[in-house]
């Protein structure tokens, strides 16, 4: 299948990163408009509107480049891999970018949920997936009990890394090892 059109120029869509990345730390979520973005990055809106609908959708992209989830070296031991999970979460929601974008993509998503759950759902499957791995492995080795919902116990560690993040500046490996301690007691 051929495309119309000439392709996409890769070093607008770099410029086009970065600016939205500068401009969300800079300005908030809600300071960030397209058409300022266009003129910060050198181009016209309608570069930006060939790409993305809308704002929302072009501060994700920007925002939360989700790349291919890489299995951490887990130790065999529930609560040291709780604290490497919740690490890794807390880690990716204090970048500066993603700190700036939540809160005012949060209050999009209550109007409108879609983009939460796709967003949601190309983030979260792989923690998902680790947390199920690391609780029945805990629980083979007597460390942890059946019967736990791990959506909720994913929910609870998520809403405890989201909350860390947006409010505290603190380390994030010991915040990280606070909440996984929770967890594990929680679940043993």
Do not use: C, N
Not at 105 to 113: D, I, K, Q, R, T
């Amino acid at each position: 299948m051929t495309s119309v059109g000439r392709p996409r120029d890769p070093r607008v869509d770099e410029a086009l990163r970065r600016v939205v990345q500068e401009l969300l730390v800079a300005e908030g979520y809600s300071g960030l408009t397209v058409q300022g973005v266009a003129r910060a990055a050198g181009v016209s809106p309608a570069t930006i509107y060939r790409r993305f609908p809308g704002k929302r959708e072009l501060v994700e992209w920007a925002a939360f480049q989700v790349t291919e989830w890489v299995e951490p070296a887990w130790t065999g031991d529930y609560g040291k891999d709780l604290t490497i999970l919740t690490e890794l979460l807390l880690g990716y929601l204090v970048q500066p970018a993603v700190r700036a974008a939540v809160p005012g993509l949060l209050s999009e998503y209550v109007h409108e949920g879609s983009g939460y759950l796709a967003l949601l759902a190309a983030t979260i499957t792989p923690v998902r997936e680790a947390l199920g791995t690391l609780h029945a492995e805990a629980i083979a080795r007597g460390e942890a009990t059946e019967g736990v919902d791990l959506d909720a116990l994913l929910e609870v560690l998520l809403g405890a890394v989201l909350l860390e993040a947006m409010t505290r500046s603190g380390g994030t490996r010991t915040a990280a090892a606070r909440i996984a301690d929770v967890a594990r007691r929680a679940t043993a």
